[in-house]
């Protein structure tokens, strides 16, 4: 690696996705709100309502912090955080699309010179100026929404730029209309249900029935518009990409079933409590409904981060900041080679370089209780099979003493007691616990490689030629190393399932 490294102790993942939901969530908030405004204003002028312009005015004020306050600090700390923790891949998307990132920049801040403005504008400036003001600040938001908006379907479906490495070809790629459309109708959602928790505070009256139905109606827009685009985007996803997310990652597709859920949650809160019984709309179900509107969109945002697995930028880089088209050198001359930044542990810097930007030994997608009461032979055997492991991983791409490195490492931090152990199990159970941590990371009865059919109904001399060549089945596989005990629980388990045992 030709940086240097930061451990965070909770975690790359976490860090950002805790800066990055915050920032999402208020990046769109802040263009549906300048959009809301814009419109509701041209209607309460239109009709004189004094009512309206003052709930408008309250509401203006906290969208504009949001935006400047917010927005700013967050959209900064990404660019820190993203830069400390996969600067390889920032450098990429900096060098590719410099004159995109300018271009965002220009308009984020004629945005917040126009939201200011805006804001401080609604007593001391003309109607009509006020109201271009108002469309000024939108138009720029979400222009640099439609910026960056490329920049991220690049991410994902890269389409001809990997080819021609062209700019437009990067920019223009196949998710990035349907990705578009989808955020705009979320901007128009959570704007809506925004206002309407606003508005929830007002007491009984007409004036609240209105405003909450405009508000209902607003949100339900917005919905329409994301889940229509919703499917439009799913489709523009190469179906080699889907189709590997199903079969590595089930949890990631059924996410995607289960948001539906979500959706009809929203909308039957937004149409039930918005517009039948709009009048007497409380504070605390605007809220929930809220909260479901922030949940589903952080959902599509973690959808859209898994299903890019095993890579950053797809088929360019992986997660761990290694370039595709170095994979033959690497695997050639390993990994060490080509850390700039070392700390004379080189157990600890190959860990850092190949694992630690996914995992950490505990915590974060911790890897301890998958490795506890395990050797290093086992520990280094999957290290070199991290690529067949359930989870959509990068192959490990550096070489055999790398991989033992690494193993060597993790072995120091891992719980060495016996399995038996450590789980206080023995027989059937203690064969369980074998079986998941021994062959259940890369073989999931009826899931992902399943081998129920070579591994079930077999003699007890089968068993054991089965795990005495395990190493030899496949490069990818490692060695059976577990001792007597294990074994023996092992093939009792297995010998339960052939006769009709669960998993
Ligand atoms: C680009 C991200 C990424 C990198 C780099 C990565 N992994 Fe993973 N790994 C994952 C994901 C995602 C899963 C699936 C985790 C889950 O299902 O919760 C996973 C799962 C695993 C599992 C199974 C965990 C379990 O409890 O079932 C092991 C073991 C593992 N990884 C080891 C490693 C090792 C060792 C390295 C470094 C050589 C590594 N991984 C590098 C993303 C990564
Ligand atoms: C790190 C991943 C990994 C682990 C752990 C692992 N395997 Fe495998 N296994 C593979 C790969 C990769 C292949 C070869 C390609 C294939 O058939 O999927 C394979 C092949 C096999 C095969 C032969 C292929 C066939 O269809 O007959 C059997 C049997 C098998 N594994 C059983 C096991 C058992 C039993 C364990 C636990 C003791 C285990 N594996 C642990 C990755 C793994």
């Known amino acids: 690696m030709n940086y240097p490294f930061w451990d965070v102790d909770i975690g790359y993942g976490i860090l950002m996705a805790v800066i990055a ?53 967050t959209g900064v700390g990404i660019w820190f955080v993203i830069g400390l923790l996969n600067p390889a891949a920032t450098e990429m998307l900096i060098h590719n699309f410099v004159w995109g990132w300018a271009t965002e920049w220009t308009f984020f801040v004629i945005e917040i010179a126009a939201a200011i403005l805006y804001l401080y504008g609604w007593r001391t400036m003309a109607a009509g100026h006020h109201l271009i003001i ?7 938001a979400w222009m640099s929404l439609f910026v960056i908006n490329g920049i991220i379907t690049f991410m994902l479906t890269p389409g001809d730029w990997l080819q021609t490495g062209a700019f437009w070809d990067g920019f223009f790629n196949p998710t990035l209309w349907p990705s578009l459309v989808l955020r705009t109708g979320v901007c128009v959602m959570l704007a809506g249900l925004f206002a309407m928790v606003v508005a929830s505070r007002y007491d009984a009256s ?6 909450v139905r405009f508000n209902a109606a607003w949100a339900l827009v917005g919905l329409a518009i994301t889940v229509v685009s919703f499917l439009w985007y799913w489709r523009a996803i190469p179906v080699a990409i889907t189709a590997a997310a199903e079969e590595m990652m089930p949890s990631v597709i059924d996410s995607v079933t289960n948001s539906y859920w979500f959706a009809a949650a929203i909308g039957a809160m937004a149409a039930i409590f918005g517009l039948i019984f709009a009048r007497r709309q409380h504070l605390i179900i605007a809220i929930v409904t809220l909260a479901f509107g922030l949940g589903w969109f952080g959902y599509f945002e973690w959808f859209r981060e898994e299903i890019r697995k095993p890579f950053i930028v797809f088929g360019y880089m992986y997660g761990n900041g290694v370039e595709l088209s170095r994979a033959d050198v690497m695997a050639r001359e390993g990994y060490l080679g080509g850390i700039k930044f070392r700390t004379r542990n080189d157990s600890a ?6 694992c630690q930007s996914c995992h950490l030994i505990e915590g974060y997608r911790a890897l301890k209780p998958a490795y506890d009461g395990t050797d290093t032979a086992f520990i280094a055997g999957t290290i070199r099979g991290t690529g067949a492991i ?10 055999m003493e790398e991989a ?23 027989g059937v159970e203690l064969g369980r616990i074998v079986y998941d941590i021994r062959c259940g990371k890369c073989h999931v009865f009826g899931g992902y490689n399943d081998k129920a059919e070579s591994i079930l ?47």
């Open 21 to 73: 939901v915050v920032h999402v969530f208020v990046s769109h908030f802040a263009i549906g709100g300048g959009l809301y405004l814009v419109v509701a204003e041209t209607l309460a002028r239109r009709n004189s309502d004094t009512l309206r312009l003052e709930f408008l005015q309250k509401l203006s004020k906290f969208f504009v912090l949001v935006t400047v306050v917010f927005g700013a600090l």
């Open 134 to 140: 108002g469309w000024i600040y939108f138009i720029a």
């Open 206 to 211: 007409d004036f609240k029935a209105r405003v």
């Open 349 to 354: 810097d190959l860990f850092r370089r190949a």
């Open 390 to 399: 359930v989870g959509n991983m990068p192959p490990f791409l550096g070489t």
């Open 404 to 426: 033992a490195m690494i193993a060597a490492h993790i072995y120091e931090r891992i719980d060495k007691r016996h399995l038996g152990e450590i789980y206080g199990v023995n």
């Open 457 to 503: 109904g077999l003699s007890d001399q089968e068993y054991h030629d089965l795990l005495d060549m395990a190493g030899e089945l496949s490069e990818e596989m490692p060695a059976f190393t577990g001792d007597d005990r294990e074994r023996e629980a092992l093939i009792v388990y297995l010998k339960s399932l052939s006769e009709g045992g669960t998993p």
